[in-house]
């Protein structure tokens, strides 16, 4: 079975563009998560879809938005970059949502924001 | 009360050695303990987890060890080898909820 494929890998942008991250689940799962990962924050939970479905988001503002396609394959969109944006976004995917079903997490996007 | 505390936030062993990562919540309702492991440029990977109704659960040279009364779980990586260099995130959820509560992260290096 292929892994969870995020694409793409690096991305540079400027503050103020907007940029969208995608995230190809594992086949047969449902649901989707976002992360975002910096070196001082750990793992900060962006949100969750399930059949297309935002089911738990976390605490970040507006600017951050997903949906998720009815065969599971997610986007993430970022409007307004700020430079406090720079991060590692990584998504995961798992057969139902559930807290004690396995994450499979992508190798995640690089965001650099100049 | 939703907080997962993890300590250290680095830590050294030698080759051989024992790991030790420890974690601490204050929620009874938590029903569920994974451990992820991170290595540089991959995504965590679920690497064990352990239910409170078990004290401690082992796999190879990894053990989860859970103490409910005190409301601690840790991590040992007995043998600690250089390929064990990774960033560990220990992770709690709420029965029959939908997200993890995480740790902060260990970065652990084995020197050889």
């Known amino acids: 079975k292929a892994g969870v494929t995020q694409t793409p890998r690096y991305l540079i942008k400027t503050r103020g563009q907007q940029v969208t991250l995608s995230c190809s689940p594992i086949?047969?799962?449902?649901?989707v998560s976002w992360y975002q990962q910096t070196p001082g924050q750990g793992l900060q939970f962006l949100f969750e879809y399930f059949s297309e479905t935002q089911r738990n988001k976390g605490n970040f503002p507006g600017r951050f938005s997903g949906r998720q396609f009815s065969n599971s394959r997610s986007e993430m969109n970022v409007s307004t970059l700020e430079l406090g944006d720079s991060a590692l976004y990584l998504c995961?995917?798992?057969?139902?949502?559930?807290?004690?079903?396995?994450?499979?997490f992508g190798n995640g996007t690089r965001l650099t924001v100049t | 009360q939703q907080q997962v505390k993890q300590s250290p936030q680095s830590l050294i062993v030698q080759k051989g050695g024992i790991s030790i990562i420890n974690c601490a919540y204050e929620n009874t309702a938590f029903d569920y303990f994974p451990w992820y492991q991170q290595f540089p440029g991959k995504g965590p990977a679920l690497l064990i987890a352990?239910?409170?109704d078990v004290s401690e659960k082992k796999e190879g040279r990894f053990t989860i060890s859970f103490n409910k009364s005190a409301k601690q779980f840790s991590l040992h990586i007995m043998d600690s080898q250089p390929g064990d260099s990774a960033t560990y995130f220990c992770a709690a959820v709420l029965g029959g909820n939908y997200q993890l509560i995480w740790g902060a992260g260990t970065k652990l290096i084995i020197k050889p």
């Open positions: 995961a995917s798992s057969l139902d949502g559930r807290g004690n079903s396995p994450l499979h």
């Open positions: 086949s047969g799962h449902r649901s």
């Open positions: 352990i239910r409170p």
